[in-house]
């Protein structure tokens, strides 16, 4: 079609892990300490990296499989956990290897953004104030824009520019997550695709555009205008702390009167099973807030948040007598 687009080689770095880690390793762009091992060999330990560490999965998206380890046990009972959640994937190196990495203490951003010949335009910069510790990683609060100092996201940025460059991506968007703390901005993932799902409207905030517009621009190589973000945004992704049948969701009403709240968006219904992390992979909806200010924003959130009240029946398996 005579569109720009990237390379297989660098679209292939964006989507596993550990390739990704010893491209960015090789060139100087700061990743966690890490190696790759096979789930064959966890009963004979951790072998060079210290303790805490997160055993993930070479390939999934959306936390799915993350396990934080603090010692040699939790280590083995982590590869036993992902095993089977690994076992269907469909690229043959990550049903049978993890990626096993330093963990690092710190706070999460994400950029969002659009490269044009290699040159990257930051579109979004968003805070997740959710500690994100472990054992399990599920993101929940994304606000924007950033309350990070300027020159720390400028920092942010060009190192996000550096992996694109490392992988050799050149075209079209990118999503990246990265751990800041004292000893520098490190990369935990740069995709060459956008946002996923619903968060994706928290770009029109920031920009004043629709996400699919941008891209779309972009790949037609039409030049991207961004004014900044006429109010801060943000979204909570509701998490699922447990497991069974859900049965209803209360306190939506509540939820949405709460000032600052656009929207509360259900997106698993009455009956739907309920799988938390590490083995699952989807959210039970989104609440979108927007205010004058970032921290505005999160308060809006946490308070819809609090208001609602996930009834869940526990799932009973009848098995054959």
Known sequence: LGLAGNPIGAARYSRRKDLARACLAAVGVAVPEHHTMRLADAAGGLPSLPFPVVVKPLSLSASRGVIRADDAPAFRRACERIAPIVAGADDPDTRVQVLVERYLPGEEIALE????????????AFDKPEPLQGPYFEESYYV??????????????????AACAAYGLRHGPVHAELRLNEEGIFVLEVAARTIGGQCAMLVEFAT??????????????????????????????????????????????????VPGIERVELWLREGHELVPLPEGSSYLGFVFASAATPAEVERALREAHSRLEIVVAPKWDIGAA
């Open 144 to 161: 924007t824009p950033s309350r990070r100092p300027a020159g720390e996201l400028a920092r942010a940025a060009a190192t996000v520019q």
């Open 208 to 257: 004043g555009h629709a996400l699919e517009e941008l891209v779309l621009a972009n790949a037609c190589g039409r030049p991207v205008t961004v004014d900044g973000p006429r109010r801060a945004a943000g979204v909570l992704m509701i998490p699922i702390r447990r497991g069974g049948v859900l049965r209803r969701v209360e306190g939506v009403l509540a939820a949405e009167r």
């Open 113 to 124: 953004g659009l490269l044009d010949d290699g040159r990257l335009q930051v579109l979004a």
